[in-house]
């Protein structure tokens, strides 16, 4: 979650950067807890991401990100024991007291400890 007015443009609406970068966050927990979870000590960095906002954003704001397939996630953890990285792409959204604003998506690495 995110304060509206910490993160206000000059235009009176989120700033974009601060919307993009709790959404960035909220992927990057999301791995970061997966690998704990699996008590894999590792890493996480964002590859690449892409945004599209959909509506200014006036208010408060959080971030959730879905939850991946089972599948993906066997494949992120098994890549990272295995060949010490794996990759996960997610989606995030971005909403604040009027609903969905932000869809974010984007592809981390996972990188183990041992690197």
């Known amino acids: 979650r995110a304060p509206f007015a910490a993160n206000v443009n000059h235009k009176g609406t989120a700033f974009a950067g601060s919307l993009n970068a709790l959404a960035t966050l909220a992927g990057w927990a999301t791995v970061w807890l997966l690998l704990r979870r699996h008590g894999i000590p590792g890493h996480v960095v964002i590859q690449d991401s892409t945004v599209h906002y959909r509506r200014p954003v006036t208010g408060d704001f959080e971030a959730r990100c879905d939850a991946p ?44 400890g041992e690197q």
Request: glycine content about 10%.
């Open 69 to 112: 397939a089972q599948s993906a996630i066997q494949h992120l953890l098994e890549s990272v024991k295995r060949r010490g990285r794996g990759r996960i792409e997610l989606a995030v959204t971005v909403s604040d007291r009027k609903g969905p604003a932000v869809a974010f998506r984007g592809r981390y690495v996972a990188l183990s």
